[in-house]
């Protein structure tokens, strides 16, 4: 990996100690790639499910529309619990440390994606079939509350500067890596027949978590503390309730993060709702799910290269030319569909998810967690991500609902995705440029709080 050459980081003093944190970075970014590699595996193959099953199966029969518009709520129900979850895992974070926050978190996750493949379906246990579904779809909303955020404070306290943006990064990449896989799993299951696809072909995906779930939970059970965070526990500077002193002195910096993160939508609504519409005007599932795997295979490589070039530009410039790309060409992408013109979908859609979404994605990690103090960096970024995450859930049921039947009708889809990377874009603009700051200065006086 190159060398940054920019301003000296003063807690790096020897080659052996700039050594040893890059050590400390790398395994950091290795524990955020596979965490997040298994919550978006899980939110995935969750989405998936949710447009081509689970509306069959754990709702009663009748108007389809109905049954997908309810199917698309019980996944918008996972982003309701987010907050709470940024809220309880984000006060553990801050008062007792990233890493035992950040198993606990993982393990919640891997356990409620692996019980929602043994639920029965309606026919077997009625009205109960649903309801538990939205209990364990709860309880993986509460541990993404807090997953992302998690990852990213630690990785980004781990690294060195002029490389806080590029670590952090690999938690994105781990999300589009779960999301190859999912699609990957998911592919032989929607070739499968009607019948063997919704008895039992749709369960194997989420059993199939287990295995993410083992090697990441080794992996994240090494790490250690970061060292910023250690130092404010052994100087008995931390605060007993984070939440609240984060609002007292980092209210602006959460309204921007809460702005910034409806970049989120674009991927949300492409994920679930785009794989929904494709399949209602004509365009095999199977072929959306391999569109999805080209874009983040892609992804997983120029999302570390976006997150270098913020190390070195700043983290402004990629952000809001990455939302600015992703509103315009999201109407290319719902032309693209509603034309059934295949390989103009997956030439838009690797564009998206791998180029311009790219670009804000991989970003936000680090620079979120910049705008914070170490005291309250986890719940200040787990809550003020949660917000646009939050709305990115029920985008698709407000698409569905409002493009309907008519597939010619795909404008107020493209819209919403537009209207949302217009608020990102006015938080990055309010937004401090972090990428040049050390971490003990990062959420100090010289950046307007406490």
């Not at 290269?305 to 190390?311: C, W």
Request: with cysteine.
């Amino acid at each position: 990996m190159a060398k940054f050459t920019g301003i000296a980081d003063p807690d790096i003093t020897t080659p052996a100690e700039q050594e040893r944190r890059l050590r400390r970075a790398k395994k950091a970014a290795l524990a955020a790639f596979l965490g997040g590699a298994l919550e978006y595996y899980d939110f995935f193959v969750y989405a998936t499910a949710a447009s081509l099953v689970f509306s069959k199966i754990f709702f009663p029969s009748g108007d389809q529309t109905i049954a997908l518009i309810s199917s698309f709520l019980t996944l918008g129900l996972a982003y309701v619990a987010r907050p709470f979850g940024a809220i309880f895992f984000g006060h553990l974070g801050d008062r007792m440390g990233r890493k035992n926050t950040l198993v606990l978190t993982l393990v919640l996750m891997g356990g409620a994606t692996f019980l929602i493949g043994v639920l029965p379906d309606f026919r077997t246990a009625g009205y109960l079939a649903p309801i538990l579904l939205v209990v364990l779809r709860l309880l993986q909303g509460l541990s993404a509350g807090a997953e992302t955020a998690g990852a990213s404070a630690l990785t980004m306290e781990e690294s060195p500067v002029g490389r806080r943006a590029f670590f952090p990064a690999f938690a994105m990449s781990g999300i589009s890596a779960g999301i190859v896989l999912a699609s990957l799993v998911f592919i032989p299951v929607a070739a499968m027949s009607d019948a063997d696809r919704l008895s039992w072909g749709w369960r194997i995906p989420f059993w199939s978590s287990l295995v993410v779930l083992i090697v990441a939970y080794l992996v994240r059970r090494s790490l250690e503390e970061p060292e910023v965070f250690e130092e404010k526990a052994e100087q008995h500077d931390l605060v007993k309730l984070p939440l609240i002193d984060m609002f007292r002195t980092h209210t602006p910096q959460f309204l921007q993060v809460a702005l910034m993160s409806f970049e989120t939508v674009t991927n949300t609504f492409m994920q679930s709702f785009g794989i929904a519409y494709a399949v209602s005007v004509g365009v095999p599932p199977t072929t959306m799910l391999w569109v999805s795997a080209v874009g983040n295979v892609v992804a997983v490589f120029t999302q570390p290269v976006a997150a270098f070039l913020a190390d070195r530009f700043g983290r402004k410039p990629l952000f809001i030319s990455g939302v600015i790309g992703s509103a315009i060409l999201i109407f290319v992408y719902f032309s693209s569909i509603s034309t059934k013109n295949i390989p103009l979908i997956f030439l838009t859609s690797t564009l998206i998810t791998a180029g311009t979404y790219a670009m804000s994605n991989a970003i936000y990690p680090a620079w979120f967690s910049e705008l914070f103090n170490v005291r309250v960096r986890y719940s200040g970024m787990a809550l003020g991500l949660q917000i646009g995450i939050l709305c990115a859930g029920f985008t698709p049921t407000l698409g569905a609902a409002l493009v309907g039947s008519t597939p010619a009708n795909w404008g107020p889809a493209a819209w919403i995705v537009a209207g949302s990377t217009v608020l990102a874009v006015i938080g990055a603009l309010w937004a401090r440029e972090t990428f040049r700051t050390p971490i003990h200065e990062l959420g100090n006086k010289v950046h307007g709080t406490k």
